[in-house]
């Protein structure tokens, strides 16, 4: 049969020093109820139950805090782990801003191992599904903020590069490096605008360049600038083309596929085409066609005038429309006989 106490006032109980107050509900789970503010005022609380349960939604600690921050420095949770030494999850007011941070103030979050403020990082994991930012603070940017040659590193993912398809997954070094090497085209690109690296000993490279741009290095290994979707320079092993020209050696040609195409010197103004040397003509056979408004000056057999140089303009009389230079003797020789 149950029992009630009723008494005016306060009400204590007081043993003898360091003795023990139990309250035993028998060998049935009983339980103790206290119906009004449980106050502690010793420096411990232990609670040996198996399972512990809160309706508070907020748990404080470090409460009664006086000064700017945790004046002992550290506040959060410990658990634990035997033989393995404990793991905490603690407020760390002494960690200082890192360069590049958007916060303003000192201390971090740490999971961190060991006990009394003496804590390592060595094993500390967080395991989970997101990471979710706010968008109200720096458009919601992610900053992973490390020292000294720390890097960002997917170590223990089963080959990360292959699981990188989406276009806004993030690529590893290793996933860039093949893709430069084991992609049919290495280019650089804006929107009309890329130059194309193409080797015909890769499967594929030769024929993205013509898919995609109509263009072609004639079935061998190139780079292949492309400006505003114009061809303009195409560079193989052996020789340069740039327009219409061909570019091998010290040697300057128009394209194979030109016939009969001129390569002009044009200079602005009064300006003057000039070398600090020879001028070497080819002989050729027959004559060139002259061209109006323009003297043709090119280099055959040497006849009469024994230079070998001749000229074709546009003259209206037939018989000063060609002819041979004639050298210095010659012209004397001339100028005496006539």
């Known amino acids: ?69 945790v004046t002992l420095d550290y506040s959060g949770m410990q658990i634990d782990r035997g033989t393995l030494g404990a793991t905490s999850f603690i407020w760390n007011e002494n960690i200082a801003i890192p360069l590049g941070s958007a916060s303003s103030n000192a201390g971090s979050w740490q999971i961190v191992s060991g006990t009394d403020g003496v804590y390592s990082l060595n094993d500390s994991r967080l395991q989970l599904k997101e990471i979710i930012t706010d968008a109200s603070v720096d458009s919601g940017d992610l900053l992973l903020i490390g020292g000294g040659l720390g890097v960002v590193k997917v170590i223990g993912t089963a080959d990360y590069e292959d699981q990188v398809t989406h276009d806004d997954d993030v690529p590893n070094k290793k996933y860039v490096d093949r893709a430069i090497r084991d992609n049919p085209t290495f280019q650089i690109i804006d929107n ?89 003509l080819d002989r050729i056979a027959g004559v060139p066609a002259y061209v109006s408004t323009a003297t043709v000056v090119y280099s055959g057999e040497p006849s009469i005038g024994t230079t070998g140089l001749y000229y074709v303009n546009d003259s209206a009389e037939a018989r000063l429309r060609s002819g041979e230079l004639i050298n210095k003797n010659k012209a004397l020789v001339f100028s005496m006989i006539f």
């Open 192 to 280: 009309d605008t890329r130059v194309i690296v193409t080797d015909n000993d890769v499967a594929g490279s030769l024929a993205y360049l013509t898919d995609n741009t109509g263009y072609s290095t004639g079935g061998v290994s190139g780079v292949s600038v492309i400006v505003e979707g114009q061809l303009n320079t195409q560079f193989f092993s052996n020789r340069t083309e740039m327009f219409d020209l061909e570019f091998t050696g010290s040697e300057i040609t128009t394209k194979n596929y030109i016939t009969n195409g001129n390569i002009n010197l044009r200079t602005q103004g009064t300006g003057k085409v000039q070398t600090n040397y020879a001028l070497q």
């Open 1 to 69: 049969m149950g029992q009630f106490l009723r008494v005016n006032g306060d009400y204590n109980i007081k043993t003898e020093e360091g003795a023990r107050i139990t309250l035993d509900t028998g060998p049935n789970t009983g339980s103790v109820r206290v119906t009004g503010d449980l106050v502690v005022e010793g420096t411990t609380v232990s609670i040996a139950a198996v399972n512990l349960d809160i309706e508070d939604n907020i748990i404080v600690l470090n409460k009664g805090e006086t000064g700017a921050g």
